[in-house]
């Protein structure tokens, strides 16, 4: 009932609500520089009213609970865009320091050195019988290899460094779900009874779920309480509420996922690959059967697009694909066959895996599709996107471009110096490049340039190794569609003068005793794909090097030909005058990226330079707009949420009036009841 002491349990409750009420204003302003911290509030109610004469009376305030100010929507906005700005800021970085690589401002770039290994040809084509101009022609060519191995050694470089850095990042995040899914565990048991709200707790996984998100794409799905769902953008789950998903980088492999032809009968044997790639594959069955009959398709886009017409091969006769990756079958030991639909997935680099259970797992490494598209499938954001895509498109592209450019550049050379003659004749050499099978096609052997082979002839120029005089021209006709390199051996064997043998898969060609040779024209690129009489081996920017042959004797460099009438003249500048002519002429350079292209060896290089250029631009263009959105996403999150100084010290005036005036509220009723005492005396 209302009265004297009814206005001792309002005051009471009017100090209590108010002293609870400056505490937390006392703790903002102590937390207004702590990092994740959100503003909190205590909440107010009034109390019960009573029904009483003249009407309803008040029992004065109610402490309901300690409210903190944060929004859910635009912080799920932040920690989107937070996502997109990592990712091009850890690519920005990056890719400044590929610019150092691809610096053709110094004297000693590969653009120098290319040009001056031309201008070296040319002064050999005006003095080709001068050894010292011969010799400088090697050092230039030395010093454009050095150039490339350098260029491909600190790419490489750069892409373990960032498996390292990789793998850390992987680390944290795993460390990161595990401490998020253990908060959705206290939150729950805090805020299950509904009469406390776990703000303290509420702030750090906000904080942790910040943090993810500069490291990951995710999805954040709040089913109240602890009750949170964390997702990548393309659905694999994070953490749901007490439990923590793992993730895991890890080394080279091939996951099979193969059919049964028979009930139990699933193909057994396994997939095995040689060499790195930039590329991921998909290798997928058409046809089943055994080894040598089955056959299967390529994808290097997770499934989008195919290439056909492959056939599934042991290590005897493996596969070359188009980026240099081998892979060839190991037979099934219980002769169990190949079925329509087994698929082989082909991770030759490091990847990123979601494990859904402790077995099964799934690829989420961030992918740049050939139309530069993300793959929605896996990661798309994050500092981890931005590492994946630096290692993958843009070293992994660089060095793909570098390897064709320095491909090209060794099948042009060889192409004519193959064909030409220098200061000496051969008594016998070796070529050297090898072919993996001996008994496949020339087209199928596994050849590093089996697809520049046409069809046509090869000539040889037979001389008395006495007086010099020409013997016998010989010639061998090759239809690489269908001969094999045993076949080409034992038609070369069979000529009159020459033996030749087949060693570690490369062919050996020997002068009888009496006799010297010297090689003439070549309508079907056999010599130059042999690496015999050629001026460059090797086939990539890490391999090429200046065939040994002509490294140690000058005389092999070939700067003529062997003319109709089978002479060898030291004045001749037929082939070096071709070569150097190279510098102007278009020449088709493949990469699976771009497919084909037609330009010159060096407008070539000057595009994959430009290219750096451009996608360093594109990445600060995104890192500063991201960055932008990001700030001005954050800034509207502290509008909420952040503690403000001046707005505190107001309303700590205003509850410690409050508290004051409850006070008196006690003292007049004190003072009332004396008075009601002091009358019944």
């Known amino acids: 009932m209302p009265g004297i002491t009814s206005l001792f349990n309002i005051g009471k409750k009017s100090l209590f609500a108010n002293q609870a009420a400056i505490e937390v204003v006392g703790n903002n302003i102590s937390n207004v520089n702590t990092p994740g911290y959100s503003r909190q509030a205590v909440r107010f109610e009034d109390g019960l009213y009573l029904n009483y004469s003249p009407g309803q009376l008040g029992t004065g305030v109610n402490a309901v609970e300690v409210i903190r100010y944060f929004d859910e929507f635009i912080e799920g906005q932040y920690n989107s865009k937070a996502s997109e700005r990592e990712r091009w800021n850890a690519l920005y970085e ?4 590929i610019e150092m690589i691809f610096n053709e401002a110094n004297a000693s770039g590969i653009s120098s050195a ?3 290994f031309w201008s070296a040809w040319q002064v050999v084509a005006s003095r080709p019988d001068d050894t010292s101009a011969r010799t400088a022609l090697l050092e230039e060519a030395s010093a454009l290899e050095r150039a490339l191995k350098l260029a491909d050694t600190d790419l490489r470089k750069m892409q373990d460094q960032m498996d390292r850095v990789i793998g850390n990042e992987v680390k944290e995040i795993n460390q990161l779900l595990k401490d998020i899914a253990e908060i959705n565990t206290k939150i729950n048991i805090t805020e ?29 799905i709040d089913n109240g309480l602890g009750n949170v769902t964390i997702l990548t953008t393309a659905g694999h789950t994070l953490v ?15 996951i099979a996922d193969v059919k049964a032809s028979a009930p139990g009968e699933y193909f057994e044997g396994e997939l095995r690959f040689e060499g790195g790639a930039k590329n991921e594959y998909l290798v997928e069955i058409v046809d089943g059967g055994d080894l040598g009959v089955a056959t299967f398709r390529v994808s290097t886009d997770d499934g989008r697009t195919w290439t056909n017409g492959y056939t599934a091969e042991g290590q005897d006769n493996p596969i070359v694909l188009d980026d240099g990756l081998v892979i060839y079958f190991d037979p099934d030991p219980n002769g169990h066959l190949l079925v329509a639909g087994d698929s082989f997935y082909i991770y030759p680099k490091d990847t990123l895996f979601w494990y859904e259970t402790s077995t099964s797992k799934i690829n989420i490494t961030p992918q740049i599709l050939p139309n530069g598209q ?23 592209g660089y060095l793909e471009r570098l390897d064709a450019f320095s491909k090209s550049l060794a099948w042009e050379v060889n192409r004519m110096h193959s064909q030409g003659a220098g200061l000496s004749r051969f008594e016998e050499t070796i070529g050297t490049y090898r072919a993996n099978n001996t008994t496949a096609s020339l087209h199928s052997a596994g050849l590093l340039f089996a697809k520049e082979l046409v069809q046509g002839s090869v000539q040889l120029h037979l001389y008395d190794a006495t007086t010099g005089q020409l013997a016998r021209t010989l010639s061998v006709n090759i239809n690489p569609a269908s001969d094999t390199l045993e076949d080409v051996q034992a038609a070369l064997d069979g000529l009159e003068g020459l033996s030749a043998t087949i060693l570690d898969g490369k062919l050996q060609l020997k002068a009888d005793e009496g006799y010297d040779f010297a090689f003439g024209t070549d309508t079907t690129g056999l010599w ?43 004045g001749d500048n037929t082939t070096a005058t071709a070569i150097a002519s190279l510098q102007y002429r278009s020449v088709a350079i493949f990469t699976l990226s771009d497919g084909t292209t037609t330009q010159s060896l060096g407008d070539y290089y000057s595009t994959l330079v430009a290219r750096v250029g451009s996608q360093t631009q594109n990445a600060k263009f995104n890192s500063e707009h991201k960055t932008a959105l990001a700030a001005d996403l954050l800034a509207r999150q502290d509008a909420v949420s952040g503690v ?24 007049t009723a004190e003072s009332m009841l004396q008075v009601l005492l002091g009358m019944k005396n």
């Open 94 to 97: 990056n890719l400044q320091h």
């Open 114 to 116: 290319l040009d001056a």
């Open 192 to 220: 299950e009874t509904g009469k406390n709200n776990a703000n303290g707790l509420r702030d750090q996984r906000a904080s942790l779920v910040r943090e993810l998100a500069e490291k990951m794409d995710i999805t954040y």
């Open 240 to 254: 749901d509420g007490g439990i923590a998903f793992r993730l895991a980088f890890e080394g080279a492999q091939v």
């Open 374 to 396: 993300d793959n929605d499938r896996r990661l798309i954001g994050g500092s981890l996107a931005g590492y994946f895509q630096f290692r993958d498109d843009s070293i992994g």
């Open 528 to 570: 130059a794909a042999l690496g015999i009489n050629t001026f460059f081996e090797g086939d990539s920017s890490g391999a090429l090097a200046i065939n040994m042959t002509v490294r140690s004797n000058t005389n092999y460099l070939n700067t003529g030909h062997v003319n109709g009438a089978g002479e060898m003249n030291e």
């Open 644 to 667: 403000n100084l001046d707005e505190e010290m107001t309303n700590l005036i205003k509850f410690q009036h409050a508290y004051t005036a409850a006070a008196k509220l006690i003292t």
